[in-house]
């Protein structure tokens, strides 16, 4: 029962931190605009667009009509970006620094997926500038992919909050 418990809280955690990283990016960025490195809508599909077309060869306009980037979009946020979290950020965390509150690796873990999106999928994949120039989009991404993060781990922390003995038993011991 405890991998379906997991199974849930991962999805309880994508859920939530992908509705927080569209709102803040598709809603609350414009309207705070006048705060710097706000302001533009932040464009997750196109540039999920962009990424399978470079993989696939299927041009955007097509992948587009059958929903595949929007599926992308969703699906990074819903499963693989928490499980991120998960199985490699707070592993990381707990062996190295467990005595850091939760939402310390959060935002560099918000980081590492901000770099990932911005620098892998957008300029190495697909071509584009690397962190899209440096331009407005590119800090309302950096905030956007900290919110996701700081989301997905809350949920994840709250539904399964490692204890301070496991994290001192799987911290790196003296030799």
């Known amino acids: 029962m405890k991998t379906l418990s997991t199974a849930w809280t991962v999805l309880i955690a994508g859920a939530l931190a ?3 990283f569209d709102l803040f990016g598709q809603t609350l960025s414009p309207l705070l605009s006048f705060v710097p490195t706000l302001g ?6 196109p540039l999920a667009t962009s990424s399978l077309a470079a993989i696939t060869g299927i041009p955007g306009k097509e992948l587009s009509a059958i929903g595949l ?3 992308l979009h969703i699906l990074t946020g819903l ?16 062996r190295t620094l467990p005595s ?7 935002v560099a873990y918000g980081v590492g997926l901000w770099i990932f999106a911005l620098y892998v ?3 190495l994949v697909a071509g584009m500038p690397a962190f899209l120039g440096f331009s407005g989009i590119t800090w309302v991404a950096l905030w956007g ?17 490692a204890t301070a003995s496991s994290r001192r038993a799987t911290s790196i011991a003296p030799a």
């Open 69 to 71: 980037p929007h599926g």
């Open 121 to 123: 999928m957008a300029h």
């Open 100 to 106: 850091l509150p939760w939402i310390v690796p959060a």
């Open 40 to 45: 533009p809508k932040l464009a997750p599909v």
């Open 18 to 20: 992908t509705v927080a």
């Open 79 to 94: 499963i693989a970006y928490p499980l991120g979290w998960l199985l490699v950020a707070r592993p990381i965390w707990n």
């Open 145 to 161: 992919h900290i919110v996701f993060a700081v989301v997905a781990a809350a949920v994840i922390e709250a539904r399964m909050p």
